[in-house]
Every structure is written in structure tokens, then in C-alpha cells.
């Protein structure tokens, strides 16, 4: 089955940086888009980043996102983090990557919790 698994959050003061990344298994992994979404305490999950199979990509604001196909990995890293970036950010993939958007599948990890103190 597809599964997916984050890591990298953790606390970080303003202003510092974090590499996020996600682990994907039973999937054609470099076949696919994937997507990195944020869900900040109260509101609803947005997406933050996404990459294409090909290496396409749409990020907003301070993050970039990358993808390493022999590692099954892709990146989310973030830098000048402020506080309105705390948040469990979840990865998603095999949902559709097109002219920019990502609309998410039902594959979902179970999340990286970021904190970031002002």
C-alpha cells in the first residue's frame, strides 16, 4: 500500500530554517506529483508547494521544494520561518499536477508538527 512518511519539524525560533522532507513507498514515486500542504491550528489544510513527475514546480512565499526520484524523497524547505508558519505540514502524492495547481489524492502521510517561536 502507499504510504508516506514526514519528518524534519520541529521547534525553531523566527527567522531560522528547516528541510522537511517525505518518504514514499509502494508507489511509482518519480511517476507522480507531489504535494505539500500546511495545517495551521484551527484552519483548514492549504497547499504550500508542489512538484510535478517532471520536475515543474509551484511554491508559495519562502518555500522550495525538490524531489530526489532515487530516494524516494521530496523536500520542503523553508527559510526565514515566522510564527504564522507553525502548523502540521502533510505531503500527498499521485493527485494531479496541472498549469501550477495541485489537486490532492487520497494518499496522505500523517503529518510533521513545525513550531516556530517568535
Known amino acids: 500500500q502507499v504510504q508516506l512518511v514526514e519528518s524534519g519539524g520541529g521547534l525553531v525560533q523566527a527567522g531560522g530554517s528547516l528541510r522537511l522532507s517525505c518518504v514514499a513507498s509502494g508507489i511509482s514515486f518519480s511517476g507522480n506529483a507531489i504535494g505539500w500542504y500546511r495545517q495551521a491550528p484551527g484552519k483548514q489544510r492549504e497547499l504550500v508547494a508542489a512538484?510535478?513527475?517532471g520536475g515543474s514546480n509551484s511554491v508559495k512565499g519562502r518555500f522550495t521544494i525538490s524531489r530526489d526520484n532515487t530516494k524516494n524523497t521530496v523536500y520542503l524547505q523553508i527559510n526565514s520561518l515566522k510564527p504564522e508558519d507553525t502548523g502540521v505540514y502533510y505531503c500527498n502524492t499521485a493527485g494531479t499536477y496541472s498549469s501550477g495547481r495541485y489537486y490532492p489524492s487520497a494518499f496522505w502521510g500523517q503529518g510533521t508538527q513545525v513550531t516556530v517561536s517568535s
Open positions: 512538484i510535478s513527475s
